[in-house]
């Protein structure tokens, strides 16, 4: 569930963003905003959702910096945790020819009482 959450969020994300490229032909890409998973995930009467923010320089050749972060509870609860979110580190993305982004990198799941745990993830 947490895996489909996070992809689901990075895609969507992608997909609203437009990119911009500079003269040296590296494109900027940088959002953020809050989303809504459309129903009461925990049961608490409140339709759930999420706060992220992005930004990413592509370089082409599919080199990439940048840094991605969801939290999706924190400013409020779900799923009974008082923390849960997913930052990472981008390290590979391209500017496809429909001209949307793809990006990819490494992320941490953060619980707040259980430990981090660190996993390849591609949005």
């Known amino acids: 569930m947490k895996r ?8 969507g994300v992608i997909s609203f963003v437009p990119a911009s490229a500079s003269a040296a032909g590296v ?15 925990d049961g608490d009467l409140q339709i759930d959702g999420s706060q992220f923010g992005f930004v990413v320089a592509i370089m082409g050749g599919g080199a990439a910096r940048g840094s991605f972060l969801c939290l999706m509870a924190g400013r409020s609860q779900i799923l009974g945790l008082h923390l849960m979110s997913v930052q990472g580190e981008v390290t590979g993305g391209a500017l496809n020819a429909d001209g949307n982004v793809s990006f990819s990198g490494i992320a941490s799941v953060n619980l707040g009482r259980a430990r981090s745990s660190r996993a390849k993830r591609s949005g």
């Open 4 to 11: 489909l959450i996070v992809l689901l969020t990075a895609t």
């Open 27 to 41: 494109t900027m890409v940088h959002g953020g905003g809050t989303g809504s998973f459309g129903a009461d995930l």
